[in-house]
């Protein structure tokens, strides 16, 4: 079990202005922010970055919409950081999210979801290699 997960606010809640307020909900449920940026990525970088739903029926529009404007790409520390992350979020789909959960607060619709958390330990540090170098973190 590792205390490191890999989390984006996606296009949709940088846009309608949630940032802070996702911000703000993370750190206070106990997570340490060990490395931040806020950026865009192009198609080239969504799609290598989703690569595994590849075959999936919504990558397109999934690598559209990850693409089309300004992410949060953050490094997370907290026991259990995974599960722990993955519950403060929701499910994927927000209409089945918890209430009080960021999906359900700021989510729109399944692929619009506000925010993205990895799904294992193993994808949290091939995600967080994605973002940044070991110089970017601490
Ligand atoms: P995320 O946690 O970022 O990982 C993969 C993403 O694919 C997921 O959040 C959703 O936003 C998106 N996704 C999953 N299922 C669908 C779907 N049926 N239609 C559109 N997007 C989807």
């Known amino acids: 079990m590792s205390n490191t997960t890999f989390t984006m606010i996606k296009p949709d809640a940088t846009a309608k202005g949630h ?5 703000d909900q993370i750190i ?12 865009k990525l192009t198609k080239e970088q969504a799609g290598a970055f989703y690569e595994v ?4 029926p919504f990558y397109g529009e999934l690598v559209d919409f990850m693409s089309s404007g300004q992410i949060v790409a953050a490094i997370l520390e907290k026991e259990d950081a995974v599960a722990a992350f993955r519950t403060l ?3 994927t789909n927000p209409a089945e999210a918890a209430e009080g959960t960021i999906r359900k607060q700021f989510a729109a619709s399944i692929g619009e979801n ?25």
Request: aromatic share 12%; charged share 25%; no cysteine.
């Open 28 to 39: 206070k449920a106990g997570f340490t922010i060990k490395a931040m940026k806020w950026t």
């Open 53 to 56: 739903h590849k075959e999936r």
């Open 89 to 91: 979020i929701g499910a």
């Open 19 to 23: 940032t802070g307020a996702i911000l």
């Open 114 to 138: 506000a925010v993205h958390g990895s799904d294992s330990d193993e994808n949290a540090a091939i995600e967080g290699n994605f973002f940044f170098s070991k110089l970017e973190r601490f």
